[in-house]
């Protein structure tokens, strides 16, 4: 089965400018969650989306959103980009909304704002 | 705020050395309790997990994980680590079972030496 993969794996952006980053879950997965990875604040919860709707989402400005397509596809979307946004972002896909259930992470893009 | 704690950020053992890493976490409720493990150049992926039953829990790799709710530690273990366990490793916690949300200690850094 194919991994969770994410694209593009690299991005060099200017302050000011939009970033669409996309994510494809593992087959048959229908959560998927984005989390930001600095090496100051470390892994830090964007939101989660399972059948196309956002279940739940963790404290970042909104600047920061994201959708579900009905393939489980994700993108997630941040505006305005500031200098602080250049990080990690990963995505996990899961089976489902339980807590229970193991999260299976992707590659990452790794923004980058000059 | 629910939070999760990693005691050490960098710890440095020869191989042949025993491994124990301390996560805690601030939450009285029911939680589900994961380690992950991140190599160089590698994406995140699970070590071991706990929901219910057996408070000591095996994982990937000879890795083991012991529940003490009263303490509301997760702490990993390894009797005998190896130059290839060399990697970052992450706590994770998920407070809400009615999501997938993972809230990650800061990670602690482990480095093997030949």
């Known amino acids: 089965k194919a991994g969770v993969t994410q694209t593009p794996r690299y991005l060099i952006k200017t302050r000011g400018q939009q970033v669409t980053l996309s994510c494809s879950p593992i087959s048959g997965h229908r959560s998927v969650s984005w989390y930001q990875q600095t090496p100051g604040q470390g892994l830090q919860f964007l939101f989660e989306?399972?059948?196309?709707?956002?279940?739940n989402k963790g404290n970042f400005p909104g600047r920061f959103s994201g959708r579900q397509f009905s393939n489980s596809r994700s993108e997630m979307n941040v505006s305005t980009l500031e200098l602080g946004d250049s990080a990690l972002y990963l995505c996990?896909?899961?089976?489902?909304?339980?807590?229970?259930?193991?999260?299976?992470f992707g590659p990452g893009t790794r923004l980058t704002v000059t | 705020a629910q939070s999760v704690s990693q005691h050490n950020h960098h710890v440095i053992l020869s191989e042949a050395a025993s491994l124990e890493l301390g996560c805690n976490y601030s939450y009285g409720g029911t939680v589900n309790l994961f380690w992950y493990v991140q190599y160089p150049g590698q994406h995140l992926q699970l070590l071991l997990k706990y929901f219910s039953g057996d408070p000591l829990v095996k994982g990937i790799k000879g890795f083991e994980a012991e529940f003490i709710k009263s303490k509301f530690s997760f702490n990993l273990r390894k009797p005998s680590v190896q130059w290839s366990d060399t990697a970052e490793y992450f706590c994770?916690?998920?407070?809400?079972?009615?999501?997938?949300?993972?809230?990650f200690g800061k990670g602690t850094m482990l480095l093997v030496s030949p």
């Open positions: 996990a896909s899961s089976p489902t909304l339980a807590g229970g259930r193991e999260q299976y």
């Open positions: 989306y399972f059948s196309e709707t956002q279940r």
């Open positions: 994770a916690v998920n407070f809400n079972s009615g999501y997938s949300t993972l809230t």
